[in-house]
């Protein structure tokens, strides 16, 4: 029988709004039981520290280089995932000994597919050290070595949750809607397609913090009250992005906001909101077929006008539409799971990646283990 191990995954995502730490007991394979989860928000002033570390990453041409400041900002986000994770055991009650791993994310600061080159900072020995718990990191490297995008890897983990509906003969597509969406085909018979779809909630975050401070747009209630300024919504979605046949990994810097000028506050937002749900209908195009079902994850879901127009559109061509939570998931730990997922994965050596998700040459596993 394969081990069952418990695992706990901290994500740090292109929003930059926070950790996300989530439990689950998993043999990196069909068994997944889902455990608890806490968000840990960024204050404002980590969040510049992590915005100064992205102006710092975009010389770098070595994955390893790490400029003074950049090495401080790498260490203040280690230690702020050891103070999450203390947090988290607290809170549930669980000790040292019961946890077998963590999987740590760290932050994407700089990702470019083209140049085979994606840099997360993230002291992964440091963790290991300040936990007493073993980590996995560094994931997505070995991904690129071997001819993949580096990203998305969350697949593998939507695939091991796609079970029922694959009994039902229903083709499922999960959506993260986060900084960045990506998409994960599962077919009736368990084939996988996925890559990232477009922009995200990032250009919406932009905009609504360029504009009233506030970090993002809460409820999509902003975007309510404006309308969709077709000229600033095309020069989106004619992107080179969504054409050509293969499918790249996006970074957060990759599509620019809106400047102050072009639009009303309300408009800018709602252009934004429909570039976000436009952006997934049409990078679906290259699902091997319609899929029955979308299941949305990640905060976008959150924002009602981005879910409104993604529902609208989506029900037109026949899909259904249903939010994590309707589905039986929880939408705002998806990715923390799927990082506890993909570091017993790794312990085991089993692929983390696949040529349907990251366009590697063929599956390959990944991470580096810190021993605590
Ligand atoms: N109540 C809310 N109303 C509207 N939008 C929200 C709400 N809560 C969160 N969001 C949006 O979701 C974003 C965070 O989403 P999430 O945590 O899924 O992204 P991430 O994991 O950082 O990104 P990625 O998946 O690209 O790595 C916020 O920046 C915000 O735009
Ligand atoms: C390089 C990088 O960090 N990419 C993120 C980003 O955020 C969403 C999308 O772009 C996805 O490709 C990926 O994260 C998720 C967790 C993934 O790898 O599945």
Same mark, same amino acid.
């Given at each position: ?15 930059? $709004? ?26 404002? +002033?980590?969040?510049? &520290? ?18 003074? @400041? ?8 280690? #230690? ?5 994770? /203390? ?32 840099? *997360? ?16 990191? $560094? ?9 993949? *995008?580096?990203?998305? #890897?969350?697949? %593998?983990?939507? !695939?091991?949750? !796609?079970?029922?509906? &694959?009994?039902?003969? *229903? ?30 909630? /990032?250009?919406? +975050? *932009?905009?609504?913090?360029? &504009? ?24 989106? #979605? ?27 506050? @309300? ?5 934004? %909101? ?12 290259? =699902?091997? @077929? ?21 529902? !609208? ?8 539409? =249903?939010?994590?939570? @309707?589905?039986?998931?929880?939408? $705002? ?16 050596? #089993? ?22």
């Amino acid at each position: 029988m394969d081990v069952i191990r418990t695992a706990i995954g901290l994500m740090s995502g292109t929003s930059m $709004d926070g950790i996300d730490v989530a439990l689950i007991r998993t043999d990196g394979r069909g068994f997944i039981e889902r455990g608890p989860f806490m968000g840990v928000p960024y204050d404002a +002033d980590f969040r510049g &520290q992590l915005k100064r570390a992205l102006e710092l990453s975009l010389p770098l041409s070595d994955r390893s280089e790490r400029p003074a @400041e950049l090495r401080d900002i790498e260490l203040e986000l280690t #230690l702020r995932h050891a103070i999450a994770v /203390t947090a988290f055991m607290g809170r549930f009650e669980l000790s040292t000994d019961g946890v077998d791993v963590l999987g740590f994310h760290g932050q994407t600061v700089l990702h470019r597919p083209d140049e085979g080159l994606t840099i *997360q900072i993230g002291d992964g020995p440091e963790l290991a050290r300040r936990t007493g718990i073993s980590v996995v990191y $560094d994931m997505r490297a070995n991904d690129m070595v071997h001819g993949g *995008q580096g990203a998305p #890897l969350v697949p %593998a983990y939507h !695939a091991a949750l !796609a079970g029922k509906f &694959q009994q039902q003969g *229903q083709a499922v597509c999960f959506v993260n809607i986060g900084g960045i969406s990506n998409l994960t085909f599962i077919g009736t018979d368990g084939r996988i397609s996925a890559f990232d779809s477009g922009p995200g909630n /990032t250009l919406i +975050d *932009q905009w609504v913090e360029m &504009q009233t401070g506030r970090t993002y747009d809460p409820g999509g209630q902003i975007g309510g009250r404006g309308k969709v300024v077709a000229s600033l919504a095309e020069r989106y #979605l004619d992107n080179p992005f969504f054409r050509g046949n293969v499918r790249r990994s996006l970074d957060r810097g990759d599509f620019a906001t809106l400047r102050p000028e072009e639009a009303s506050l @309300e408009d800018g937002a709602r252009t934004l %909101a429909h570039v976000a749900a436009a952006s997934i209908i049409k990078s679906a195009n290259f =699902l091997p @077929e319609t899929p029955a079902i979308y299941i949305v994850c990640g905060g976008g879901r959150l924002n009602a006008t981005v879910m409104a127009e993604f529902s !609208a559109m989506a029900e037109r061509l026949g899909s259904k539409v =249903l939010t994590a939570e @309707e589905a039986g998931f929880d939408g $705002d730990a998806m990715e923390a799971e799927a990082w506890a997922y993909l570091a017993v994965r790794s312990l085991d050596g #089993l692929p983390l990646t696949f040529p349907g998700t990251t366009g590697v040459d063929a599956p390959v596993s990944g991470g580096v283990l810190a021993t605590a």
